[in-house]
């Protein structure tokens, strides 16, 4: 992906390196004198911020992005949307629901007002019809007792009337019979007719 550039120096030969070729040893550390790592001056950029890297860096990072945003759009967001689509749908549901129940207890409200002023007009109208008809009761027996008690005047009065006219009748044939003891007594003689029309006359 980067591309750096090598720096390196390869070591010189033993001839140049001041050693002798009649078997002289080099130094120890003559085989790492050759690799060198330059300095400030000649050194390379770091490699995210190097301007020859630009176009690989641009190419890789439109790849990623792409990628990124093919994976949002198949699978992110369609879960998001599944996600907020039950959300939605379950809020609409408890919403239905809560102004479903709401009209229930209105409509249980309305109607036991209605029940509670029907069953308020219906005691009314049973105390009125109670008292009617205990009023109606109370006439029919005040007639009733009425007409028996004048039924019984009625008869009580036929009585007397029977039983007077029965001592009236009495008191004829005991006044008769009294007229004559007297008239008999007195000496005098009368007849039965004269007597009866005498006491006739007299209770007339």
């Known amino acids: 992906m980067f591309v750096t550039e090598a720096y390196g120096q390869e070591t010189a030969p033993a001839a140049e390196s001041g050693y002798g070729a009649e078997g002289g040893a080099a130094p120890a550390d003559a085989a790492y004198a050759g690799t060198e790592v330059p300095g400030e001056g000649g050194g390379a950029a770091f490699p995210p911020f190097d301007t020859s890297t630009f176009p690989s860096q641009i190419l890789w990072l439109a790849i990623t992005f792409g990628i990124f945003y093919i994976f949002l759009k198949k699978v992110i967001v369609p879960r998001l949307g599944a996600i907020?689509?039950?959300?939605e749908t379950r809020i609409a549901q408890d919403i239905e629901q809560a102004t479903k129940m709401k009209a229930d207890?209105?409509?249980a409200v309305?109607?036991?007002e209605q029940e509670l002023a029907e069953a308020r007009g219906n005691a009314n109208t049973i105390g009125q019809q109670a008292r009617d008809n205990a009023k109606a009761?109370?006439?029919?027996?005040?007639?009733?007792?009425?007409?028996?008690?004048?039924?019984?005047?009625?008869d009580a009065e036929a009585r007397v009337a029977k039983i007077k006219e029965a001592a009236m009748q009495d008191v004829?044939?005991?006044?008769?019979?009294t007229a004559s003891a007297?008239?008999?007594?007195?000496?005098?003689n009368s007849a039965k007719g004269d007597v009866s029309a005498a006491v006739k006359s007299v209770r007339s």
């Open 84 to 87: 907020l689509d039950v959300r």
């Open 105 to 107: 207890a209105d409509a």
């Open 110 to 112: 309305a109607a036991y």
């Open 137 to 154: 009761e109370a006439e029919t027996k005040r007639k009733s007792i009425e007409a028996d008690l004048e039924q019984k005047l009625a």
């Open 172 to 177: 004829g044939s005991i006044a008769e019979e």
């Open 182 to 188: 007297i008239v008999s007594a007195l000496g005098g």
